[in-house]
């Protein structure tokens, strides 16, 4: 039995142990992110970075703790019998803070979350009050004190009071960061300040957010970039073909194909390569190598060797990885904290075509008397039309992978995604990439 296999084996009956007892200690601060989500039976709850359940698991789905409050779904049956999925919040310790009555709700940053009704978003204070009418078409998180929103298809930011402090005149923004938001009308990039004034007089065929005083930007289409500071004058030129913003002091470029870091000077920071990266957070960055996500240092060595399907970033000295169906929570030296099997109950949709031809499905993964079962529907406009339906007579899992036979007599072998957030029923990812619905952060 190889070591990872023993941790495994290890964190299991451990996580076991955790199921059997719920301790509740004092709140975590405001911004407290360590409570960590944890999977049992189907249900999420939380555990701090010993490993000990801090709130136990009794919600359908919940949300990462930010601002001291996190989101979480429970259902509730209708006098008529329907049943309805509202998100509502709760504290550290657990307690309901904000009823269930939202479709949608996103993280409280600066003490404003936003949240949406039927299909319009708008922001709430953390006592539950809105500080906006729920009059927006899209919502994101608040960034540097200022949050962007959608009216009829342009984009806006809005203050901490809910008033307008930029006006929705731009077909893309990019989140404040420094001061500054990358902003584009038609195809022409720029970057605007706090009151909505142009910052700079410079425009930009791309331009990414400003990070550690620097923001990567290009001039026209092609490999060469330039690195600018906030008012606009360029700081040094850069061949790429793209670049990630810089975080703990440095910056991942990707050059022939394969990712690379640089420090604030703009050299080479180690002489590894790899095919996929993360962001410097904690002093270690994750990976992608040989098809295996691992850890780097900022030395340039690996500190844990690329072994997992995939990797997230560390945060107070933890770090969720997965491996063959299951999470996994570990340290910096690689050692197995916790883990349970990512649950893969939920629906994943998919859609094709265009408004004269499109087909949309659905599959619905289900676990009943400790059996999955799946369910199959969709629609069709052109193509024959008319609706879709179907069952799966067969249907197991096993790690990474199912095995399916329809009712109509097909069958085939598919997959699920790392973290389970999408699933594909004939391994071909431009035809049949099925997402589980509504996703916007990790499951659990």
Not at 231 to 243: H, L
Not at 317 to 342: E, N, Q
Request: glycine residues 12%.
């Amino acid at each position: 039995m190889d070591s990872l296999t023993q941790e495994t084996e290890m964190s299991k009956q451990f996580c076991f142990s955790i199921m059997l007892v719920c301790v509740t200690l004092g709140a975590c601060s405001s911004g407290d992110d360590r409570w960590r989500i944890f999977n049992a039976e189907d249900k999420a709850g939380y555990i701090d970075s010993s490993g000990t359940v801090v709130i136990k698991p009794e919600f359908e789905r919940a949300g990462h703790f930010s601002d001291g409050l996190a989101s979480m779904r429970m259902s509730k049956t209708n006098k008529d019998g329907t049943t309805i999925q509202k998100w509502g919040y709760i504290d550290c310790d657990g307690n309901l803070v904000i009823t269930n009555r939202f479709d949608e709700a996103g993280n409280f940053v600066d003490g404003r979350a936003c949240v949406r009704l039927t299909n319009k978003w708008g922001y709430v204070d953390k006592d539950g009050k809105f500080i906006t009418p729920v009059r927006f078409d899209a919502a994101r998180e608040f960034s540097d004190g200022l949050a962007a929103v959608s009216l009829s298809n342009k984009w806006g930011f809005v203050d901490r009071n809910g008033g307008l402090a930029v006006q929705p005149i731009y077909d893309e923004v990019r989140d404040f960061s420094s001061g500054r938001a990358a902003v584009r009308k038609n195809w022409i990039w720029g970057y605007i300040d706090r009151d909505g004034n142009e910052a700079m007089t410079n425009k930009f065929a791309e331009c990414g957010q400003f990070a550690e005083g620097l923001a990567f930007t290009r001039i026209a289409q092609g490999l060469r970039g330039a690195w600018i500071d906030k008012n606009g004058v360029t700081i040094r030129t850069q061949q790429c073909e793209a670049a990630e913003k810089y975080s703990g002091g440095f910056a991942a470029v990707k050059t022939a194909g394969k990712w690379m870091f640089i420090d604030k000077k703009g050299d080479s920071a180690f002489a590894l390569r790899f095919d996929e990266v993360g962001a410097f957070a904690d002093g270690m960055v994750a990976v992608k190598s040989n098809g295996h996500w691992g850890y780097v240092n900022t030395d340039g060595r690996f500190a844990i060797q690329p072994k997992y399907d995939y990797a997230t970033a560390f945060s107070e000295g933890i770090a969720s990885v997965y491996l063959d169906g299951v999470k996994f929570f570990i340290d910096k030296k690689g050692t197995v904290k916790y883990s349970f099997p990512i649950p893969r109950i939920g629906v994943y949709t998919r859609y094709m075509g265009d408004w004269r031809n499109y087909v949309s499905e659905s599959i619905k993964v289900n676990l009943v008397d400790g059996k999955f079962q799946g369910v199959y529907w969709g629609y069709r406009k052109g193509y024959g039309g008319g609706p879709l339906t179907g069952f799966f007579t067969y249907f197991t899992i096993e790690k990474n992978v199912f095995t399916y036979a329809f009712n109509s007599g097909s069958s085939g072998v598919g997959y699920f995604s790392p973290r389970g957030e999408y699933l594909n029923i004939d391994r071909n990812e431009d035809r049949a990439l099925f997402w589980l619905y509504k996703i916007d952060r990790d499951p659990y």
